[in-house]
């Protein structure tokens, strides 16, 4: 499961495994390797290599939890984030699912005072090849007192679709980032990847002033426990 996406992605392929009828209850891990590690369109490794793996549980309820672990560098003597996550999901009707969650994302070696540390509250929508969803801001180590609920807002449309019928498929996303936790600035991030048998090959970018496009090459593998 690469996180080269938001945590609206990750949630959507663990309700992959949440909703499916062949099991009660099901143990999955995955790893994955990119050239680059990129979240809503910003480098977290300083367009370094990244090694990432992590083990989800999910049953038939709905009810899904994981963790998941990258190296990340974005911060003073960082070296590594830690992202634990529960959630909830399930068809509404033959053409439409939900997802609905919560995902702390912990940077355990930061320096002292980098406050990096963060969680937030998601849910998306998805209908046939499109998926639209929302994080909201929950807590930050930055506010002091952990508290900076509703403090920014990501904004997420995706669409994916085969290509062909070889099993690869494209996707298309862009998400919108606003509030006071990334500073006075909104960001708007756009991207396009092609996939197949675990290979992705992607481009990615922001509206930022100093932003450039930035292309990465990854492969994830999921397997049960």
């Known amino acids: 499961m690469l996180k080269l996406k938001s945590a609206i992605a990750i949630s959507t392929l663990i309700l992959m495994g949440a909703t499916s009828t062949a099991a009660y209850a099901e143990v999955t891990a995955n790893v994955a390797a990119t050239s680059n590690y990129l979240w809503r369109g910003q480098q977290q490794t300083g367009g370094d290599a990244a090694i990432s793996g992590g083990i989800d549980y999910a049953n038939e309820s709905g009810f899904y939890a994981g963790t998941w672990a990258s190296n990340a560098s974005w911060a003073d003597e960082m070296t590594y984030e830690l992202d634990l996550y529960a959630g909830f999901g399930g068809d509404i009707n033959e053409n439409m699912s939900y997802d609905v969650g919560y995902i702390y994302y912990a940077y355990p070696d930061a320096a002292s005072g980098a406050d990096a540390d963060f969680s937030e509250i998601y849910g998306s929508i998805s209908m046939g090849g499109f998926s639209f969803g929302a994080s909201v801001l929950a807590t930050s180590a930055a506010s002091g007192d952990g508290t900076d609920f509703g403090d920014s807002l990501y904004l997420t449309a995706d669409y994916g679709f085969a290509v062909g019928t070889n099993g690869t498929e494209m996707a298309l996303h862009l998400g919108h980032y606003s509030g006071d936790f990334i500073g006075d600035d909104d960001i708007i991030d756009y ?35």
């Not at 991207?191 to 002033?209: A, E, H, Q, R």
């Not at 932003?211 to 999921?222: C, L, N, R």
């Open 191 to 225: 991207g396009v990847s092609i996939s197949k048998d675990g290979f992705t090959f992607g481009l990615s970018d922001t509206d930022m002033d100093d932003s450039d496009i930035k292309a990465y090459v990854a492969f994830a593998m999921d397997f049960s426990l």
